[in-house]
């Protein structure tokens, strides 16, 4: 069977959970009710950071806790789920897609942080459409 693309991969089907954790885990204490995301739900998140902006991924979590009322966003799923959504639109761009109509992950992926060093594009890429952005506002 043929290897998912990442745009694949980003609209898969799948819907959110939400489980209580039964011991600590990361920064979610024990008992807490702990969402866990999809791919979908963390591309739409991204696409409504307005242009110029800059948003952390813990302000995401908080945000997608606070609207799927649970206590928490799973840490790991939700960095899995961005880098999906990062390769997806890098693939888009690659095939010619105007970057207007791609998800602005640049807008929430830190170029210092780990994820950065991992996605095809690079960090001078990330650092590169902050920079324009910043130069639009």
Do not use: H
Not at 34 to 50: G, Q, T
């Amino acid at each position: 069977m043929a290897k998912k693309t990442w745009i694949e991969k980003r609209d898969c089907k799948k819907s959110f959970e939400i489980k209580t954790i039964d011991k600590k885990f990361a920064d979610i204490p024990e008992g807490s009710k702990m969402l866990i995301a999809s791919p979908p739900i963390i591309d739409e998140y991204v696409r409504c950071i307005p242009c110029g902006s800059i948003t952390e991924s813990a302000t995401m979590r908080n945000d997608l806790a606070v609207k799927y009322q649970a206590d928490k966003t799973c840490p790991v799923t939700t960095g899995i789920f961005l880098r999906i959504v990062a390769e997806a639109s890098f693939e888009e761009l690659k095939t010619g897609k105007n970057i207007e109509n791609v998800t602005p992950f640049w807008r929430i992926v830190d170029p210092k942080s780990k994820l950065a060093t991992k996605l095809e594009c690079g960090i001078e890429f990330i650092e590169n459409q902050r920079k324009l952005e910043s130069k639009e506002q």
